[in-house]
């Protein structure tokens, strides 16, 4: 299966649960996902958590695209949120203060570093374990980027591990200041830009 057998596009309303499945299973094993629930027997119920009523706010602003093969078989998802010029447009919101700690720290640290003009910010992309490797990040970055540079914005992010870097990097995507380093032992993240 290649990137070409694979097809990307916004995930309906009438597919929430099935995206949920989706991404509890492909982001489950994510170096962010891993450092802040860092006990795997929990961190199911945690992610079901933090995904439950964002992933909805997603599906509903058509943010989260994700990859489907020829059969239609659901097997990655990213998130792609439209980012203004003002700073409340990329603060962390105030109800964050009753987050857990690594995810308020992650979120503060991350949102300080957000570009100040327009933007999409690829949140989080993730692909099902057993079809790693085989173009679905690829089917969904081309969505994005085609979508962003209809709009005439960049794409910021940050990667997570060397090799999401040089995936993003092999689209055009170039590093955005120095790496950012989670507390506690946590995942080095590596700012990235793709201008419009």
């Known amino acids: 299966?290649?990137?070409?057998?694979?097809?990307?596009?916004?995930?309906?309303?009438?597919?929430?649960?099935?995206?949920?499945?989706?991404?509890?299973?492909?982001?489950?094993?994510?170096?962010?996902?891993?450092?802040?629930?860092?006990?795997?027997?929990?961190?199911?119920?945690?992610?079901?958590?933090?995904?439950?009523?964002?992933?909805?706010?997603?599906?509903?602003?058509?943010?989260?695209?994700?990859?489907?093969?020829?059969?239609?078989?659901?097997?990655?998802?990213?998130?792609?949120?439209?980012?203004?010029?003002?700073?409340e447009d990329i603060e962390v919101p105030a109800g964050d203060a009753g987050l857990p700690p690594r995810l308020a720290a992650v979120r503060s640290l991350t949102a300080?570093?957000?570009?100040?003009?327009?933007?999409i910010y690829l949140a989080s992309m993730g692909t099902v374990p057993k079809r790693r490797g085989l173009g679905a990040g690829t089917a969904m970055l081309r969505y994005g980027l085609d979508r962003a540079h209809r709009l005439g914005l960049p794409v910021y992010l940050e990667a997570s591990t060397p090799l999401n870097r040089k995936l993003y990097a092999r689209h055009g995507f170039t590093d955005h200041g120095a790496a950012l380093r989670l507390p506690e032992g946590g995942p080095l993240l590596q700012p990235m830009w793709h201008g419009a």
């Open 1 to 87: 299966m290649t990137a070409t057998t694979l097809t990307a596009r916004p995930a309906l309303s009438s597919e929430l649960d099935t995206v949920l499945a989706l991404c509890l299973e492909a982001f489950a094993d994510e170096a962010v996902t891993a450092w802040l629930v860092p006990d795997p027997g929990a961190r199911l119920a945690a992610m079901r958590e933090m995904l439950g009523a964002s992933l909805a706010a997603a599906v509903d602003a058509e943010a989260l695209v994700v990859a489907f093969t020829r059969e239609g078989e659901a097997v990655a998802a990213s998130i792609w949120l439209d980012r203004g010029e003002t700073p």
């Open 112 to 119: 300080a570093r957000h570009p100040t003009v327009p933007h």
